[in-house]
């Protein structure tokens, strides 16, 4: 039986379309941040814009995966739905492989059967913020690993707490060890000022794991944080299967940073660990 491919989509526009070139920007990209002492990774939050704007801001994740001491079996990479396509809350992607220029990435059939989440490859054609993620992981890491491919359709606690526990129950059944990304971006198109201080009420729970507030100071604020439904789904499964998680900003701006605008959108990263110090 022939493979399923998702052919890249967004190669050549969001990131470079060739092999040499993403290496020559990946390798230009300072991942100097210091990282937290962490007994366990658990998943990261990492933004999804094109890679002039975001990719330097996201890379520092992918460099504690790398430095990490334990490897990653799959990547289990959660995104919020621009496109509007979709069934039901969330979607997994259930082809076979995912190619970037830097090759292929095969998904993780078995987990995604013990998922239990409903297959829909339209709500994955045409998403950038998952497929912007897969030449980070090909990059950074040194090792052979799998992905999961999830969109979310209805960002709700509700919804994420329910996709946390159905994640924890494949982990279980497969005995993988994962590592969820949460695919977000944060204010869209505000002054620079304002946007860092709307994005701050909800950073702020964000640092605490507090799920269902995150999702209040979103309504409260009208922060426009396009995946504030993937950053629910990691605190709710870091707060249901380990005893001390925590989280860190690794890196953290603006696109105005690199093209000088009053109307900017904000890029966050932040890794989400278990601490290996005793409180």
């Not at 990946?26 to 366990?40: G, I, R, T, Y």
């Not at 897969?134 to 979310?152: A, E, G, R």
């Amino acid at each position: 039986m022939e493979k399923t491919i998702r052919k890249p989509v967004y190669a050549g526009k969001f990131y470079p379309g060739s092999a040499h070139e993403l290496n020559v920007m990946f390798d230009n990209m300072d991942v100097s941040h210091k990282l937290p002492e962490a007994e366990d990774l658990i998943g990261g939050v990492v933004p999804h814009a094109g890679y002039v704007y975001s990719g330097h801001h996201a890379a520092p994740v992918y460099n504690a995966l790398k430095n990490h001491h334990e490897a990653i079996d799959t990547f289990v990479i959660i995104n919020p739905n621009h496109t509007g396509i979709g069934n039901g809350n969330f979607n997994v992607s259930g082809v076979d492989e995912w190619e970037t220029p830097l090759g292929n990435i095969e998904t993780d059939k078995e987990f995604i059967s013990a998922l239990d989440i409903e297959v829909n490859e339209l709500a994955h054609q045409s998403e950038h913020s998952g497929e912007v993620q897969l030449p980070f992981l090909q990059h950074f890491l040194p090792y052979n690993f799998k992905i999961v491919m999830i969109t979310i359709n209805r960002q709700t606690p509700s919804n994420a707490i329910a996709l946390a526990k159905l994640i924890a129950e494949a982990r279980e059944k497969t005995q993988r060890k994962i590592f969820i990304l949460a695919s977000s971006d944060f204010s869209h198109y505000e002054n620079p000022l304002t946007g860092f201080e709307k994005d701050q009420f909800v950073v702020n729970e964000i640092l605490e794991l507090n799920t269902d507030e995150i999702f209040q100071q979103i309504r409260k604020n009208d922060v426009t944080a396009c995946g504030f439904g993937c950053i629910m789904t990691l605190t709710a499964y870091a707060n249901d299967n380990y005893e001390n998680p925590e989280m860190k900003i690794l890196s953290r701006g603006h696109s105005g940073e690199v093209i000088s605008s009053s109307q900017v959108v904000n890029y966050i990263s932040i890794l989400c660990y278990q601490s290996n110090l005793v409180r």
